[in-house]
């Protein structure tokens, strides 16, 4: 699966993503259909940024399906001793059966990956991509909907790591990508190429009631401060600019971007999507472990 190594949502097909959507169905239904599967496996977490929900349900995930796990901290590690990245590596390579890492540097799976033999995942690394997220995204919006392309996708923020995830998923020539930037910025040049590689039609705006019939508001933290862009449940209600169907979604933390308010709208499916995050990974791990 993925050679052994899920570094980008590049990687996703349509039909990879169908299956690995179908077996994260099945474990949502059974999570006996695979507890036990991982018994003897063990799962390092190696994370040098803050993180809840991706560290801890990875850590949960692997449990779950009978592993264990180790954590590795940089900061009480002898990386504060002065030992290098790739010697740290090497000795990761020892001590477990798969490998997440997070990581401030974009570069890290360059430096890391000759010297690992074992399966590794990519859960952030710096600002370029988190493509797991990005599966849980996908999953939730298919779950929805019963697919994720085509469809109309206001997001909010042009550069953060989910946001490239997501748009480098997206690959259907009717689908639509509607980015609400701030006054003066621009889309990255490599998202703005992928989308225009795959015939994807996008669109900049600085207001998100710019555009209307949206199926899916991805919210970010990477969205602005304008309030004209905070997100309140008369925006979720205006038909104009949301369609009957859509759903609001944000990878979190969220810290002002969305009114507290909203969080009881229908709508509002972000703390659902991130509910969905141990099944989605127990599948990952699963597919990966080739359990």
Known sequence: MWNNRLLSSKQFTPELLNSFFNLADAIQVDKNLVFGNANGKILCTWFNQPSTRTKLSFQTAMLRLGGQYIDFQEDLSSIAKGESIEDTARMLNNYCDILVV????????????????????????????????????????????????????????????????????????????????????????????????????????????????????????????????????????????????????????????????????????????ASYAVPVRMAILGMMLGL
């Not at 540097?105 to 988190?130: M, Q, R, S, T």
């Not at 862009?229 to 979190?252: M, V």
């Open 102 to 273: 997070r990581h401030s540097d974009e570069n890290i799976f360059n430096k890391i990956l000759p010297y690992l033999e074992i399966p590794v995942i990519n859960a952030g690394n710096g600002n370029d991509e988190h493509p797991t997220q990005a599966l849980i995204d996908l999953y939730t919006i298919w779950k929805h909907f019963g697919y994720y392309e085509p469809l109309t996708y206001l997001v909010c923020g042009n550069s953060s790591r989910t946001i490239r995830s997501l748009c480098f998923s997206l690959c259907d020539k009717n689908s639509k990508v509607i980015f609400v930037v701030n006054e003066g910025e621009y889309l990255d040049d490599d998202i703005e190429n992928d989308l225009y590689k795959q015939g994807v039609y996008y669109q900049t705006v600085n207001d998100l009631r710019h555009y209307s019939n949206i199926d899916v508001i991805y919210a970010n933290r990477d969205q602005g401060t304008a309030e004209d862009n905070i997100i309140y449940p008369s925006y979720l209600d205006h038909s104009s600019y949301t369609s009957e169907n859509a759903i609001l979604l944000h990878p979190l933390p969220r810290v002002y971007e969305i009114h507290p308010s909203v969080d009881v709208h229908p709508k509002a499916k972000y703390f659902l999507q």
